[in-house]
């Protein structure tokens, strides 16, 4: 059973804990023991499953998308129906998520939003768990830009949020300018996409490609305990980078 059967069916003995333990509590009807309980439960008959570390993984990154979308959304001091619909599209278009997920989606979103806890809060939990996987940090860097440049623009609010996510995952000012400029036209983006600037050797450009390439190759991303609902971005994140690198060789005359 996966991460997301356990938790629909309630069947879950370990405290995920911190602000995103709290959200998937919420989100799911029902807090999580603590591992004291836990220990005792597991000595009894009919005790509840466990996650294992990989499956704890993916409910983190899941439960952190949609707390991290939700404080990006209220940055402003309110909901927008246009940041709905961007979210709802993100959904749908991007994740491929069934009823289901959509469902659960929504309601960590609802539970985050109303949620005592910061940005900055989920934000540290999401790192602290992925720091040694920069791939998966820039998956999410990705998609906070992605929903938050959905109407086209980034509000004054918006950008200080986008930019406290960058200094907790260690992004200098000059790699947050390339995550944005794929979104917003500062740069050509399909340097930014590798990850180098314009000015950048033609060695310098094959040897990020190399680099990426191998962290993004799909059966990389699938053993890296993301769920599976968002193995579909990252793969196509994989193919962001080929597009990009083709481009570049094609204007160099590579």
């Known amino acids: 059973m996966s991460w997301f059967g356990k938790m629909i069916g309630g069947t879950i003995g370990f405290a995920l804990g911190g602000p995103l333990g709290a959200i998937a509590g919420a989100a799911f009807g ?4 603590d591992k004291k309980e836990d220990l005792y439960l597991s000595s009894q008959p009919g005790t509840r499953e466990t996650l294992s570390s990989n499956e704890e993984a993916q409910l983190i990154f899941f439960t952190a ?3 991290m979308l939700a404080k990006l959304c209220k940055a402003d001091g309110r909901v927008s129906e246009n940041e709905i619909s961007a979210v709802e599209t993100f959904m749908k278009k991007d994740l491929h998520l069934d009823l289901n997920s959509q469902s659960t989606a929504i309601s960590i979103f609802k539970q985050a939003l109303n949620s005592p806890e910061s940005f900055e809060g989920f934000a540290l939990q999401f790192y602290s768990t992925f720091k040694a996987q920069p791939n ?12 938050s440049t959905a109407d086209g623009k980034i509000t004054d609010n918006e950008e200080a949020i986008l930019l406290s ?5 260690n992004y200098s000012d000059s790699d947050y300018d390339r995550f944005k400029s794929r979104y917003v036209k500062k740069t050509n983006k399909y340097y930014a996409v590798l990850k180098c600037d314009e000015t ?3 060695e310098e450009i094959k040897r990020q490609y190399r680099k990426l390439a191998t962290e993004y190759h799909p059966d990389k991303i ?3 305990g993301l769920p599976e609902e968002f ?3 990252a793969n196509d994140k994989f193919s962001e ?14």
Do not use: N, P, T, W
């Not at 998966?136 to 929903?147: H, S």
């Not at 996510?165 to 995952?169: G, T, V």
């Open 30 to 33: 029902h807090a999580f023991v």
């Open 222 to 224: 699938e053993a890296k």
């Open 241 to 254: 980078i080929q597009e990009a690198y083709d481009a570049i060789k094609k204007e160099r005359g590579l």
């Open 231 to 233: 193995i579909k971005f």
């Open 165 to 169: 996510a960058a200094r907790i995952f």
């Open 136 to 147: 998966i940090i820039d998956l999410m860097m990705d998609i906070l830009l992605r929903v």
């Open 65 to 67: 998308v949609f707390s």
């Open 200 to 202: 950048a050797s033609d």
